[in-house]
């Protein structure tokens, strides 16, 4: 499986978003005892722009399709393991998509349309794992916060790294 190298790197992220994934990451494997994505794995970067945590899961090896209104940064829009779709990610649908081992999400929304969204593609079965970063608009909504905890073989973690977030995981074992 993939290797992490936990050590701050200012050089070669194209942001310190990719600080929140791999602590993410971290906690995933360890809750759910299974293996980092790697090269077997294909990942889909949903609002990936300018490329932080695509890049993670590029040092690990993974295949990963980047969606975004923005491009990424030269590196990886030149990397030929990063197919790249410039669209709202949340428009598309996961027939249209097809199966990903791993989806990731740190897009700016509403905890409601992530909620959804999230539940659109394990109703499709096409994914197994998620990890997702639910961005709180002003006050914080348990109420929902809890429906995405309730969602079986799911976690809800405050990381080092989220601000005003919360990281929700979903492991399809």
């Known amino acids: 499986s993939g290797n992490l190298v936990l050590e701050e790197d200012h050089e070669n992220p194209p942001s310190r978003a990719y600080l929140k994934l791999q602590e993410a990451l971290c906690r995933f494997v360890s809750h759910f005892d299974v293996d980092f994505p790697d090269e077997n794995s294909t990942c889909f970067d949903a609002?990936?722009?300018?490329?932080?945590?695509?890049w993670v899961l590029r040092?690990?090896?993974?295949?990963?399709f980047a969606v975004d209104r923005a491009e990424l940064v030269p590196a990886?829009?030149?990397d030929s393991k990063v197919k790249f779709l410039k669209h709202d990610a949340f428009t598309l649908k996961p027939n249209e998509l097809g199966r990903f081992d791993w989806i990731f999400s740190d897009v700016i929304c509403y905890p409601?349309?992530?909620?959804e969204w999230v539940n659109l593609w394990l109703?499709?079965?096409l994914v197994?794992?998620?990890?997702?970063?639910?961005?709180?608009q002003g006050e914080i909504d348990w109420n929902l916060?809890?429906?995405?905890a309730e969602i079986p073989?799911?976690?809800v973690v405050h990381l080092n790294y989220n601000k005003h977030e919360l990281t929700w995981m979903h492991c399809e074992k």
Do not use: H
């Open 128 to 136: 197994k794992n998620m990890i997702c970063t639910i961005k709180m």
């Open 47 to 54: 609002g990936a722009c300018p490329g932080g945590w695509t």
């Open 153 to 155: 073989n799911s976690l």
């Open 59 to 64: 040092q690990l090896g993974s295949s990963v």
């Open 123 to 125: 109703d499709s079965g």
């Open 76 to 78: 990886l829009m030149n």
């Open 145 to 148: 916060v809890e429906r995405f």
């Open 112 to 115: 409601i349309r992530l909620y």
